[in-house]
DNA sequence: TCACCTTATATCTTTTTGATATATATTATT
DNA sequence: AATAATATATATCAAAAAGATATAAGGTGA
């Protein structure tokens, strides 16, 4: 069986949501995804129409007045089969971050200790305010999607969101404690 | 002044170090930055030719016998200023992460109960791996390194991997009750 | 001694990101 | 009312980054 990556079986999920343009699909992604797997228009044209070509999709063009036209994707059986196969995998690699702070910390001693602490209260700052937007959004959900079949597992995402942010702020803390 | 990404002040930070050729950059990459920053050699040695090209650093061509020829780089006090400038800084954005069990878990529906508690279980694991390789780094450190001018600030970033972990581990937990 | 693995160095291809393009609709400002 | 700014809707393209592959030598085990 061929071999897509992880971004191609993230927009494979999502055609099982109501989701079916390019430009649909970004907005869910930008809304529900977003803090642990982003993805550009740049990955998901060129994906939608790999998906269509090796008949995991159909395509449907509507000519709609007034707009650009578009471009609507839906997931066929074949599809759906590769996005089962794919659930049913154990993950193949730890996730990866990129934390330009930890960076800036490591080479701490080209700094002095007010830049240091500096860059560390305000990155504090800055986790605060996500860890209160993950809580918006699992009040959004809780409020508005409870019964939506998928809205369990979307908490489960929030929560982890929730409680490495939360780790996180706690090592700002001890670390200008430390500093 | 210039704009450089990230990665390449990594790279000019690691040059401080006595870390001198791309091939001894990508160790050190490896060993100490990997947690929070990966580098593959296709960003190394153009960053690198980057860097002679406008002066932040200068090379050396070595030629070695039995051994491909050695480049060895040495940071300029331009290369110097535009580090320390570039630490003076405040974070940019915030940290990314991808993580292919969020991925795969916010799609759980199309899952058995089965299929998640085995795919969180997994994962655990591998993050209790992943605790312990931290604890072993710190510990080196800690034992061969305490009076490295730089080791105070690698156990600051060890410690944020540790905490980071922990709160990923406690949620698989606590995922597991839920489901 | 041959096959395989590791070290050391570097390049090339594919993926992904980030920026730009186009066209219309809507809201705000002078 | 005219103009400007912003948002929606769609898509492509250039540049950065990741991952795979290349080369050359040394070491190791059967």
Known sequence: MQKYNDSTYAILGILTTNCRSGYEIKQFIDNSLNHFWKISYGQIYPTLKRLEEEGLATVQTLVQEGKPERKEYFLTE????????????????????????????????????????????????????????????????????????????????????????????????ATIKEL
């Open 78 to 173: 074949k599809g759906k089969d590769v996005l089962k196969n794919w659930l049913e995998q154990p993950l193949t690699q730890l996730p990866v971050e990129r934390n330009e702070v930890l960076l800036k910390l490591f080479f701490g001693r080209h700094q002095t200790k007010e830049q240091s602490l500096y860059l560390l209260a305000d990155y504090k700052q800055k986790l605060e305010k996500l860890y209160q937007t993950y809580e918006g959004i699992e009040e959004g959900i809780s409020r508005h999607n409870t019964n939506h079949q998928d809205a369990k597992y979307w908490l489960f995402t929030l929560d982890y969101g929730k409680r490495v942010t939360e780790a996180a702020i706690a090592w700002c803390e």
